[in-house]
């Protein structure tokens, strides 16, 4: 899928948001690691999937009509057989076609689940000053509670991005706390200098969510991606 | 010195002001501007109302009915007509080919009123149009104290301004340069920009980095009209001398006062510490910061390192110095124990101390060269990046008022040693019971190029701030002692 293709496919349906598949596909070829997740149209497909992707694995609905997921029983995880897989499918199909009548249902996103790391979370939103600016905190309620976050503007240099991970007010946590070990920072500062390139070459994007990135002790993945365009 | 070709420059080195449309029986816009005659300069009047003229000529200065009447090109103005009356005064400016105007006139977009609104765009595309640079509205205008041009009556005219000031505020522009000038720091050149409809800070920012004569700039913003363009402007400006950003409307409520106060709409905060910090810019909070971070920049030499020598009075003054910074974040290392040694040949240590914190005042007992020879100890130890002497006012005061050669003799101990060592220098000197006294004593220290802080929090944050910046500069000439 080329930048172009998926622009044109989402603005001729008339969405802003780019579907999972969509928004994974792009960052992987733009550099950015994240979590390989294919869309599957049926039962046999996601099964297939599955099984190219290697179990466990995750499955999310795919819908240009649901934002939240989880909140319609849209994602499954932890799925370690094809039967597994074939049950969560049609659940999933069920249960989103219940709480949101009338929804597209584009297929279902296969992914292989990626072991935990620290969470991690790498943003960019559009400012009506500044253009684009990118985003850097620790995930779950470091930043939602105490906004623990970091601002820089794209694009950024090397230093910008060391500097995002370095000085938010939890980094401790990255360099590994109760015998964890630390977190791969150059894997983080190489994530966010993608992310901040691959916004640069498309100022299509308004607004752009990796949340979360696991980060390992040797590298670092994004598990869920989230890409908003603006209008034509 | 001027920056030849650049469009501002006429405006920034002006020979012939006019101020249009002052009124009596005040008349502040002359008097602030009378000082132009005896720096070389020609200041005229514009101004159509009978009654308001004797009152002009009485200063001395020739009142005209129209800009067009002026006899000689006019590099800038200052005007302050009602705002019905300004569309028509910037049409003459623009025909006279003047080189820039300051537009003192209110009661534009900043009123959210519909008058306000039409007059503020009909300025704004006057003057666009023409390539016209206009100052303001709802601003001070320029402060220029080496050509006599000023925004307040107190400023001073001087040629030994450094500092170069932008301001969206007319007050904060005026307080910081009294307030500098108080602690003997002087502005090269400065702008209260107001609403910034045609000018805006990265126009005046562009000058200032260019401006030999500006050393340090510094400013108060609250808002840009053009967030891409300051950015890139801050960022080059930041490369090529210290620039020191106060940025207002902080707060969720701060910013709702931006918005009535010159119109700005607000970004984040967060988002404006990430963009300073990306440009290498060194970060104030309020007036006292910014004038402590100036003070430091001008004053001291480069930090180099976190590890503090703290040289304190007395005990209880010791323990609140190194809290004060240490919560900077700055180290009180060990000194080596050649400089223990050395210090403990002649150290008092019944009721003081030779740790780092120094407890000192009972071993120099008023003696300058105890007081030499332990600047000059600690000054050779490696340990040592950077250091801070207390100065007691309150047990001082009495002998320096009593024999004023005494604190003569101890400003020169300080100065002999900023001049012989490489290390930055901060003294911190609280007022204590004898403010008055203190106060009337600073121009010596400013004299002799000492930074005096009024508190150890104050000294530390400015140290901090420095050093910050000389980190960004260059990280490999700039490490932490704790580092290597």
């Given at each position: 899928?080329?930048?172009?293709s998926?622009l044109a496919?989402?603005?001729?349906e008339g969405?802003?948001?780019?579907?999972?598949v969509?928004?994974?596909?792009?960052?992987?070829?733009?550099g950015v690691?994240?979590?390989?997740?294919?869309?599957a149209?049926?039962r046999e497909?996601a099964?297939?999937?599955?099984?190219r992707?290697?179990y466990?694995?995750?499955?999310?609905?795919?819908?240009?009509?649901?934002?939240h997921?989880s909140?319609v029983?849209?994602?499954?995880?932890?799925?370690a057989?094809?039967?597994?897989v074939?049950?969560?499918f049609?659940?999933?199909?069920?249960?989103?076609?219940?709480?949101v009548?009338g929804?597209?249902i584009?297929?279902?996103a296969?992914?292989h689940?990626?072991?935990q790391?620290?969470?991690?979370?790498?943003?960019m939103?559009?400012?009506?000053?500044?253009g684009?600016?990118?985003?850097?905190g620790?995930?779950g309620?470091?930043?939602?509670?105490?906004k623990?976050?970091?601002?820089?503007?794209?694009p950024?240099?090397?230093?910008?991005?060391?500097?995002?991970v370095?000085e938010?007010?939890g980094?401790?946590?990255?360099?590994?706390?109760?015998?964890q070990?630390?977190a791969?920072i150059?894997?983080?500062?190489?994530?966010?200098l993608?992310?901040?390139?691959?916004?640069?070459?498309?100022p299509?994007v308004?607004?752009?969510?990796?949340?979360?990135?696991?980060?390992y002790?040797?590298g670092?993945?994004?598990?869920?991606?989230?890409?908003?365009?603006?209008e034509a | 010195?001027?920056?030849?070709?650049?469009?501002?420059?006429r405006?920034?080195n002006?020979?012939?002001?006019?101020?249009?449309?002052?009124?009596?029986?005040?008349?502040?816009w002359?008097?602030?501007?009378?000082?132009?005659?005896?720096?070389?300069?020609?200041?005229y009047?514009?101004?159509?109302?009978?009654k308001?003229?004797?009152?002009i000529e009485?200063l001395g200065?020739?009142?005209?009915?129209?800009?067009l009447?002026v006899?000689?090109p006019i590099?800038?103005?200052l005007v302050?007509?009602p705002?019905q009356?300004?569309p028509?005064?910037?049409?003459?400016?623009?025909?006279a080919?003047a080189?820039?105007?300051?537009?003192?006139?209110?009661?534009?977009?900043?009123t959210?009123?519909e008058?306000?609104?039409?007059?503020?765009?009909?300025?704004?595309?006057?003057a666009?149009?023409?390539?016209?640079?206009?100052?303001?509205?709802?601003?001070?205008g320029?402060?220029?104290?080496?050509?006599?041009?000023r925004?307040?009556?107190?400023a001073?005219?001087?040629d030994?301004?450094?500092?170069g000031?932008l301001s969206?505020?007319g007050?904060?522009?005026?307080m910081?340069?009294?307030?500098?000038a108080?602690?003997?720091?002087?502005?090269s050149?400065?702008?209260?920009?107001?609403?910034?409809i045609v000018?805006?800070?990265s126009?005046?920012?562009e000058y200032?980095?260019?401006d030999?004569?500006?050393?340090?700039?510094?400013?108060?913003v609250?808002?840009?009209?053009?967030?891409?363009?300051?950015?890139?402007?801050?960022k080059e400006?930041c490369?090529?001398?210290?620039?020191?950003?106060w940025?207002?409307?902080?707060t969720?409520?701060?910013?709702r006062?931006?918005?009535s106060?010159?119109?700005?709409l607000a970004a984040p905060?967060a988002?404006w510490d990430?963009?300073m910090?990306?440009?290498?810019?060194?970060?104030t909070n309020n007036?006292d910061?910014?004038?402590?971070a100036?003070?430091?920049?001008?004053?001291?030499?480069?930090?180099?390192?976190?590890g503090m020598?703290?040289?304190?009075?007395?005990?209880g003054?010791?323990v609140?110095?190194?809290?004060?910074?240490a919560?900077?974040?700055?180290?009180v290392?060990?000194f080596?124990?050649?400089t223990?040694a050395a210090?403990?040949e002649?150290?008092?240590i019944?009721?003081?101390?030779?740790?780092n914190?120094?407890?000192?005042?009972?071993?120099?007992q008023?003696?300058?060269?105890?007081?030499?020879?332990i600047?000059?100890?600690?000054?050779?130890?490696?340990?040592v990046?950077?250091?801070?002497?207390?100065?007691?006012?309150?047990f001082?005061?009495?002998?320096?008022?009593?024999?004023p050669e005494?604190?003569d003799?101890?400003?020169?101990t300080?100065a002999?040693?900023?001049?012989?060592?490489?290390?930055?220098?901060v003294?911190v000197?609280?007022?204590a019971?004898?403010?008055?006294?203190v106060?009337?004593?600073?121009?010596?220290?400013?004299?002799?190029?000492?930074?005096v802080f009024q508190?150890?929090?104050?000294?530390?944050?400015?140290y901090r701030r420095a050093l910050?910046?000389a980190?960004?500069?260059?990280?490999?000439?700039v490490?932490s002692s704790?580092?290597?």
């Amino acid at each position: 899928m080329s930048f172009e293709s998926v622009l044109a496919q989402a603005r001729a349906e008339g969405r802003t948001l780019l579907t999972e598949v969509e928004a994974k596909s792009l960052l992987e070829e733009a550099g950015v690691p994240v979590a390989t997740t294919t869309l599957a149209r049926t039962r046999e497909e996601a099964q297939e999937q599955a099984e190219r992707l290697g179990y466990p694995v995750v499955l999310k609905v795919v819908s240009p009509d649901i934002a939240h997921k989880s909140d319609v029983g849209g994602v499954k995880l932890n799925l370690a057989s094809r039967e597994a897989v074939g049950q969560a499918f049609d659940e999933i199909l069920a249960s989103a076609a219940r709480a949101v009548p009338g929804a597209r249902i584009t297929g279902v996103a296969v992914q292989h689940m990626a072991p935990q790391g620290t969470e991690v979370i790498v943003g960019m939103t559009t400012d009506p000053q500044f253009g684009p600016v990118m985003m850097f905190g620790l995930g779950g309620i470091m930043v939602e509670v105490l906004k623990d976050v970091s601002f820089r503007l794209v694009p950024l240099e090397e230093k910008d991005a060391r500097e995002m991970v370095d000085e938010i007010k939890g980094r401790p946590v990255l360099s590994g706390v109760r015998g964890q070990p630390p977190a791969d920072i150059d894997a983080l500062t190489r994530t966010i200098l993608k992310v901040s390139e691959f916004v640069e070459q498309h100022p299509e994007v308004k607004e752009l969510d990796l949340n979360p990135v696991f980060a390992y002790p040797d590298g670092a993945l994004a598990v869920d991606a989230r890409i908003i365009i603006g209008e034509a | 010195m001027a920056v030849p070709g650049h469009r501002l420059d006429r405006m920034f080195n002006p020979k012939v002001v006019a101020v249009i449309g002052d009124k009596g029986p005040g008349y502040m816009w002359l008097h602030n501007n009378l000082p132009l005659k005896e720096r070389g300069g020609r200041l005229y009047s514009v101004q159509l109302d009978e009654k308001e003229i004797p009152g002009i000529e009485a200063l001395g200065v020739q009142n005209f009915k129209s800009v067009l009447e002026v006899p000689e090109p006019i590099d800038y103005a200052l005007v302050a007509v009602p705002r019905q009356v300004s569309p028509y005064v910037l049409k003459d400016l623009i025909a006279a080919g003047a080189g820039g105007a300051g537009f003192f006139t209110s009661g534009f977009a900043e009123t959210g009123e519909e008058l306000g609104i039409r007059l503020q765009e009909q300025l704004a595309s006057m003057a666009r149009e023409a390539g016209f640079n206009l100052v303001g509205p709802n601003c001070m205008g320029l402060y220029l104290p080496k050509a006599g041009v000023r925004f307040n009556v107190d400023a001073p005219v001087t040629d030994a301004g450094e500092i170069g000031f932008l301001s969206q505020s007319g007050t904060h522009g005026i307080m910081f340069s009294l307030v500098a000038a108080a602690n003997g720091m002087y502005i090269s050149k400065c702008a209260s920009f107001g609403n910034a409809i045609v000018l805006d800070v990265s126009d005046y920012l562009e000058y200032l980095m260019l401006d030999d004569e500006t050393k340090v700039i510094g400013m108060y913003v609250e808002g840009v009209k053009d967030g891409r363009r300051f950015f890139a402007t801050l960022k080059e400006a930041c490369r090529r001398k210290p620039v020191v950003v106060w940025k207002g409307g902080q707060t969720e409520a701060g910013a709702r006062a931006t918005m009535s106060h010159t119109g700005s709409l607000a970004a984040p905060q967060a988002v404006w510490d990430g963009m300073m910090r990306q440009c290498g810019a060194i970060t104030t909070n309020n007036l006292d910061e910014t004038i402590d971070a100036m003070k430091m920049l001008l004053r001291s030499k480069t930090p180099r390192g976190d590890g503090m020598a703290l040289l304190a009075q007395t005990g209880g003054q010791s323990v609140s110095m190194t809290d004060a910074f240490a919560k900077a974040g700055l180290r009180v290392p060990r000194f080596t124990d050649a400089t223990y040694a050395a210090l403990g040949e002649f150290f008092n240590i019944v009721g003081g101390s030779y740790q780092n914190p120094l407890d000192m005042a009972g071993t120099i007992q008023g003696n300058m060269e105890t007081l030499d020879r332990i600047l000059r100890i600690v000054d050779a130890d490696p340990n040592v990046d950077g250091m801070a002497m207390e100065l007691s006012a309150l047990f001082a005061a009495r002998q320096w008022k009593a024999k004023p050669e005494t604190l003569d003799r101890t400003i020169a101990t300080l100065a002999d040693h900023m001049a012989r060592s490489e290390k930055p220098f901060v003294a911190v000197l609280h007022p204590a019971h004898e403010a008055e006294y203190v106060a009337s004593i600073m121009p010596k220290f400013n004299d002799a190029g000492v930074p005096v802080f009024q508190s150890f929090e104050r000294a530390a944050a400015a140290y901090r701030r420095a050093l910050d910046f000389a980190r960004r500069q260059g990280p490999s000439a700039v490490a932490s002692s704790a580092e290597v």
